[in-house]
């Protein structure tokens, strides 16, 4: 009888008990892949929101200084000269490609335009070299300057505007990071 009383006091899970472990794990396992997987979106959201900040910011930190810093006068057609000359008169505007004579080296020039889904610099020296100030993570879908007289002793104020998104086929909000970006530079010298 000793082994009897022995087999009877061994402790073990009943039936009942490991349903309701099995009901609670079943529950709480989505709720935690839930949960996970929202950090996941969000941390991915916040990384191509950097991305595309990041590198707007990159485009129009270059294009401010070259215009505010190097820019003499602004001009319609290459290669710089008195006669393709705008936004010299009070109300003047312009919104052809322009070209921003260097006022340090002499028959120089910059440019700044839209290359596909990417805003590109071009300059005289070295001549030929076109260089991309954004990457193919993000594109760019519009992309405007223009300029605006004020007066003919008073220095132009060039308008830039661009809209910049992560590159992404998704077209669902959450995945979508975008960004406009729109200033005012004026020119130091003129």
């Not at 070209?99 to 700044?112: E, H, I, V």
Request: some cysteine; overall charge positive; proline content about 4%.
């Amino acid at each position: 009888m000793n082994q009897i009383s022995k087999i009877k006091n061994i402790e073990s899970f009943t039936f009942l008990e490991m349903l309701v472990v099995i009901g609670v794990i079943g529950f709480t396992l989505p709720v935690l892949f839930a949960i996970i997987f929202a950090i996941l979106q969000q941390q991915t959201k916040s990384y191509r929101l950097s991305q595309v900040k990041r590198e707007g910011d990159y485009a129009l930190n270059i294009i401010e200084n070259i215009i505010r810093n190097s820019a003499r006068s602004i001009h319609n057609n290459q290669p710089p000269n008195d006669e393709n000359k705008v936004c010299i008169t009070n109300g003047s505007n312009s919104d052809a490609p322009l070209y921003f004579q260097d006022k340090n080296t002499l028959g120089t020039w910059s440019r700044f335009y839209l290359n596909g889904d990417k805003i590109a610099s071009q300059s005289s020296n070295p001549p030929g070299v076109n260089t991309d100030l954004t990457s193919s993570k993000v594109k760019v879908t519009t992309f405007s300057i223009s300029c605006q007289g004020k007066g003919l002793h008073s220095s132009p104020i060039v308008n830039i505007s661009f809209t910049i998104q992560y590159n992404t086929a998704s077209t669902r909000p959450e995945e979508t990071a975008l960004l406009n970006y729109q200033t005012k530079v004026k020119l130091r010298s003129y």
